[in-house]
């Protein structure tokens, strides 16, 4: 009796830190989309430069960091070569303005008047929330549009190609993010560790 009662008192405790610990540290839970496994993120910073290129030219370029609440979540977890995953909202682009030849500033509205449609989509719930997860499995160097060389390692990815459709005129913008650093420690749900990542910068 004695034991059963000691039992619940340590499975209550542990309750109560695990959801302590949750709420101290950014992190999500995702299913990893290439071996299916559940993953775990936290402690995460990162910066990162998304622009808006329109044929081939770039019309728009906003920077944000981990600590921006358009981020959802950021980080790499549960493959064997890190394939970093990061999850957007809608707010990643709230105010951003594109330049249309003839047309002036079209500015993308805070609102869910448009939709994301990456080449590379998985698409299952994370963590109860029905999100998107954008992620490119290319683990080769790319070249941004201006140029420079983003630092990047073979089994880490930090560039994505997105496109985002605006439903009013159907006009499509390709958007990259070009991750400009990473700095995590991920940890999946079978105890395995990864990170720290290797610190990337532009070139």
């Known amino acids: 009796m004695e034991t059963s009662k000691t039992f619940r008192v340590c499975y209550l405790a542990l ?85 249309r030849p003839g047309e002036g500033i079209y500015t993308v509205q805070q ?22 997860v954008f992620y490119d499995p290319r683990p080769v160097y790319q070249k941004n549009i201006q140029g420079s060389y983003l630092c990047t390692v073979p089994d880490q990815v930090n560039y994505y190609d997105l496109n985002i459709t605006m439903p009013s005129d159907k006009v499509d913008f390709q958007v990259n993010v070009n991750v400009l650093s990473i700095q995590s420690q991920g940890y999946n749900l079978d105890g395995e560790k990864y990170g720290p990542a290797e610190k990337c910068s532009s070139a």
């Open 15 to 99: 309750i109560f830190l695990t959801i302590w610990a949750t709420s101290q540290s950014k992190h999500c839970v995702f299913r990893d989309p290439l071996t299916k496994k559940l993953c775990i993120m936290v402690d995460v910073n990162f910066t990162a430069e998304i622009q808006a290129a329109k044929e081939g030219t770039v019309v728009a370029t906003k920077n944000v960091t981990s600590e921006d609440e358009s981020v959802d979540c950021v980080g790499y977890c549960g493959t064997r070569d890190r394939t970093l995953l990061v999850r957007f909202t809608e707010k990643t682009f709230w105010s951003v303005s594109f330049t």
């Open 111 to 132: 609102s869910r008047s448009f939709v994301f449609e990456p080449k590379d989509l998985f698409g299952e719930s994370m963590s109860g929330i029905s999100r998107q």
